[in-house]
């Protein structure tokens, strides 16, 4: 009788042990995969600033010379930390005009692209697609209409990464990149009567 009881036990256990390992073994489910990929798809959650709220306040206009000076060397050298267009207009000017320099380059700068200039001077931009391949304008708001609000970018063929650049984004032989959302790389200096972003070598789409 006990040898029968010691052998239920043991199958018992056996069981339990199988179906414990197939747990383990379980296999993403399609509809997981999918999520996963769809997260690449979409646009970026707002960038969180340091820790410390001392070192960059919430007005910008108030930034001290100290402050100025750690929030550009926090901003703008990755990809996660780019500047909106607000910062690319504001702070990086602020900052070349305190150190006397002309241009800050290795900066990456995101935002919509909402239109393109004709001219050379960003108060002609036009909200819209065109048939124009040498420059875009980027805003914070998809919707924006304000050339205030804007910076202009140089598109060139100047090198290899700068036509790759350009050949992804112009609105002419893309028109269907308005309102799209891009992180770039280039160098912020004056362009089109205020400052814009030129030199670009490298560009990340997200799509709509």
């Excluded at 769809?38 to 100290?66: V, W």
């Excluded at 929030?71 to 930390?81: A, D, F, M, Q, W």
């Excluded at 050379?120 to 050339?147: C, K, Q």
Aim: one cysteine or more; charged letters at 20%.
């Amino acid at each position: 009788m006990r040898k029968k009881i010691g052998y239920g036990w043991l199958c018992l256990f056996v069981m339990m042990t199988t179906m414990i390992s197939c747990e383990k073994m379980e296999v993403p489910t399609e509809e997981k995969t999918s999520s996963s990929e769809a997260k690449k798809d979409t646009i970026p959650n707002p960038i969180t600033p340091p820790e410390d709220p001392d070192t960059i306040p919430e007005n910008l206009d108030f930034l001290s010379d100290g402050n100025l000076i750690e929030y550009v060397e926090y901003y703008g050298s990755t990809e996660e930390t780019a500047y909106s267009v607000h910062e690319a207009l504001f702070i990086v000017p602020k900052y070349l005009d305190l150190y006397g320099a002309i241009g800050y380059p290795d900066c990456y700068v995101s935002g919509f692209i909402v239109g393109f200039i004709p001219t050379n001077n960003i108060s002609r931009t036009i909200f819209s697609s065109g048939d124009v391949a040498t420059n875009i304008v980027l805003a914070d708001s998809i919707g924006e209409t304000d050339y205030h609000n804007c910076i202009p970018v140089q598109l060139t063929t100047s090198s290899k990464n700068r036509k790759a650049a350009r050949e992804a984004l112009n609105l002419s032989a893309h028109p269907e990149n308005i309102g799209t959302y891009v992180i770039l790389h280039g160098e912020i200096t004056k362009y089109m009567g205020t400052f814009g972003l030129k030199n670009v070598d490298h560009v990340t789409i997200y799509t709509k």
